[in-house]
């Protein structure tokens, strides 16, 4: 079972069929000096439709970034990873994660999709990696230790 609370969960159910920011974000207040330090902070992105694969060109790339503004506008990019479209079914699970990077204001998802025929639908929320509920699978970017 998978907590989420409603004030981290930028996306719910989000279908994708082409590159599109979340379509909520996260405030994190005044805590922009490291929101991850003490306990490892990420972006937990849930497929809820898997992704479409049928022409084999199709890419699918998650990504956090930060802005001083709500609307997202002048973002910077934090992190980001790119899973293949057959790792993306129902119930998969992807980790993202925020790091302790110093970051502005609000934080959002960007999902950035390629190909003919690209289609997932999606759920994300911030949250600490301590309480990511995985799925079938997780993916982690490579490189990273937990």
């Not at 204001?105 to 639908?121: C, F, I, M, N, W």
Request: glycine fraction near 8%; proline fraction near 3%; charged fraction near 15%.
């Amino acid at each position: 079972m998978s907590y989420v609370d409603a004030l981290t969960e930028v996306s719910t159910a989000q279908a994708l069929t082409a590159s599109a920011a979340s379509t909520d974000q996260f405030d994190a207040g005044e805590n922009t000096q490291g929101m991850g330090k003490g306990c490892p902070m990420c972006l937990e992105v849930k497929v809820n439709v898997a992704a479409d694969s049928t022409t084999g060109n199709e890419t699918y790339a998650f990504k956090i970034r930060t802005s001083a503004n709500s609307d997202m506008s002048s973002s910077t990019d934090l992190t980001s990873i790119v899973i293949a479209a057959a790792d993306l079914q129902l119930g998969d699970t992807v980790v993202v994660p925020l790091g302790n990077s110093e970051h502005s204001q609000y934080l959002d998802a960007y999902y950035t999709l390629g190909g003919t025929t690209p289609s997932v639908t999606v759920s994300s929320s911030f949250k600490p990696m301590s309480m990511v509920s995985t799925g079938s699978k997780t993916f982690y970017p490579s490189g990273y230790t937990i």
